[in-house]
Nanobody
Framework: QVQLVESGGGLVQAGGSLRLSCAAS????????MGWFRQAPEKEREFVGS????????FYADSVKGRFTVTKDIFKNTVYLQMNSLKPEDTAVYYC????????????WGQGTQVTVSS
């Protein structure tokens, strides 16, 4: 069973930066890709960005393009979300997820980490 554990959340002022990490543990880890999602209070969970595990192709939501970067370290089974130029509207619980054995949907999820951006 694969477990995903996020870390790196916290409180930051607008314009600041944070880097989130998501470490995978468990059996041999070979996902199709890993993604970052976020959910703000009273809002639907939304896609933030993703990276394919093999080729390293990245995809981003329009709202974070140019500010957020997803990277991976396959030797550490870890994916990162570097967040720059943070805005108050980036405040949310951030989740990492993996698609393992399927590309239909993300079938493994972390517990989430809170990011709060103050104005």
């Amino acid at each position: 069973q694969v477990q995903l554990v996020e870390s790196g959340g916290g409180l930051v002022q607008a314009g600041g930066s944070l880097r989130l990490s998501c470490a995978a543990s468990g059996r041999t880890f070979s996902p199709y890709d890993m993604g970052w999602f976020r959910q703000a209070p009273e809002k639907e969970r939304e896609f933030v960005g993703s990276i394919t595990w093999s080729a390293g192709n990245t995809f981003y939501a329009d709202s974070v393009k140019g500010r957020f970067t997803v990277t991976k370290d396959i030797f550490k089974n870890t994916v990162y979300l570097q967040m720059n130029s943070l805005k108050p509207e980036d405040t949310a619980v951030y989740y990492c997820a993996a698609r393992i054995g399927t590309i239909r949907s993300y079938n493994y999820w972390g517990q989430g980490t809170q990011v709060t951006v103050s104005s």
